[in-house]
């Protein structure tokens, strides 16, 4: 079986071809770093880290280059009013995402390259673009010639007329048209700055990546991914600058995950709705925040609330508590079983089931809807008396191998401390207090899945461990 991949480029699912055999070159936009990152940002590393480990898992060798942009307007806007360097900003901000989304069961990318780290190289990719006439410079600033690509908008499936009626030159800008995007733009008074050829200045958005991309990839790779808001312009002036200077193809698929909206509205800071990482990872469970993101295949929209991610704690919690289930009967479990095969073979049919449904264009939710299958089979098996070590260790390995895939763990949370518990009791008795009845019966089940029994009597409520 060959994993299939929908190719925004196409907009058709294509069988995943390598450049090189066992090998993935996969480059994933990453954030400005000027601030927390919102959830818009954590689903495209979810979905992509996800993404790395399924081909990981299938056997590949991933080379996983994730930037930073660490220079740029919001963040010069942002040292303005911090009173602070932009590189310190960054160096905080960049730290901080690393945080988040680790705790969200992100791995480090391979390289993490920074904008202000490959200056030398987004100089010389400017400098051969101006060389070849794709490019020219314009009292300090520099522009890519966008009529000069013959293809432009071959990734957001827009003719070049079509995106002339909407374009404009914006105030300060010295194009020859105005569809020209800029690829060096020159330094303001007191404005961190690089010297190049065209005076002192930084980069535009757009040539970071290309310059980056093909530092550590090469001239052409396999995937290039980020959120679907970058499709036009950002990738699509990629493909431009990129296929210009390099006179090859520049990514051999193109991926795009779905937005994310908030209690059905659009997210933005206007409607006040906006939701950092950062918040939410210090009140919900990351593993379930990273589970609710993957439950609706990567290209469509998902639709955020408390509701919902409360809705998604339940559901991963019926497969942590499968877990939990076997590991128990495994204690007292006996070799009583004549016919194992026809577990192992259900076992089997589940797991190929999965990777099936990963197989085509990553399809976590539903390869989640064949992990409860998987759930509902080894449930069904723990009902009876007469279990077989081998077949619940087999269900074990295979619940654990197939959520790791998704990034998800599902062994045993850390033994609580005493005072948790005694915190865990004492709220649960104000809430009986409040007549909140729904929490306090939620805390005692807490405590029963980690083996805290609890026994109320008319001293108190005492509590032992399982």
Not at 407 to 430: M, N, Y
Request: include cysteine; aromatic fraction near 10%; charged fraction near 30%.
């Amino acid at each position: 079986m060959s994993i299939n991949v929908y190719n925004t480029l196409t907009r058709a699912k294509e069988a995943f071809q390598p450049l090189e055999e066992g090998k993935v070159k996969m480059y994933v936009c990453g954030p400005t770093v000027y601030n927390y990152i919102h959830i818009g940002n954590a689903r495209p590393a979810i979905v992509f880290d996800t993404v790395r480990r399924y081909f990981e898992y299938r056997g590949y060798d991933v080379e996983y280059v994730l930037n930073f942009t660490d220079v740029d307007d919001k963040l010069i806007k942002a040292a303005n009013e911090m009173g602070e360097e932009v590189p310190d900003i960054a160096n905080r901000f960049i730290e901080a995402y690393k945080e988040d989304v680790g705790a969200l069961g992100v791995k480090e990318a391979v390289h993490h390259p920074r904008v202000t780290d490959n200056m030398d190289e987004i100089i010389a990719f400017i400098k051969g673009l101006i060389e070849k006439g794709f490019a020219y410079e314009s009292e300090g600033d520099v522009y890519f010639r966008t009529r000069s690509f013959n293809e432009y908008g071959k990734l957001s499936h827009q003719s070049i007329d079509e995106l002339r009626s909407g374009a404009r030159i914006e105030v300060g800008e010295k194009k020859e048209d105005p569809l020209d995007f800029t690829l060096w733009k020159e330094a303001k008074p007191e404005e961190i700055s690089w010297e190049g050829p065209w005076g002192k200045g930084r980069p535009g958005w757009h040539i970071e990546c290309s310059a980056m991309a093909q530092k550590y990839l090469g001239d052409t790779i396999d995937i290039h991914a980020g959120g679907q808001d970058l499709t036009f312009p950002h990738h699509e002036n990629e493909i431009a600058q990129s296929e210009a200077n390099n006179g090859e193809s520049f990514a051999r698929y193109w991926m795009h995950n779905g937005y994310i909206n908030i209690e059905n509205e659009k997210m933005s800071k206007s409607l006040g709705n906006f939701v950092l990482a950062h918040d939410l990872v210090q009140k919900h469970d990351p593993q379930v925040i990273r589970f609710f993101m993957l439950s609706v295949q990567y290209r469509h929209p998902i639709n955020f609330s408390n509701e919902l991610l409360a809705g998604a704690k339940n559901s991963f919690d019926r497969i942590r508590n499968a877990y939990e289930n076997i590991q128990h009967r495994k204690q007292s479990s006996l070799n009583l079983v004549e016919d194992t095969a026809s577990w192992m073979e259900q076992i089997e049919h589940h797991k190929q089931q999965f990777i099936a449904e990963m197989d085509d264009d990553f399809n976590t939710a539903n390869a989640i809807s064949v992990l409860f299958d998987l759930t509902k089979s080894a449930n069904l098996y723990l009902q009876s008396d007469q279990t077989d070590e081998a077949v619940l260790e087999e269900y074990q390995h295979v619940l654990t191998e197939l959520t790791s895939v998704l990034g998800l763990q599902i062994f045993q949370e850390a033994v609580l401390l005493d005072e948790e518990i005694d915190a865990l009791i004492a709220e649960r008795k104000q809430a009986r207090k409040d007549r909140d009845f729904e929490r306090a019966d939620q805390i005692r089940d807490e405590l029963k899945e980690r083996n805290i029994i609890l026994e109320d009597t008319s001293q108190g409520t005492r509590w032992k461990r399982g």
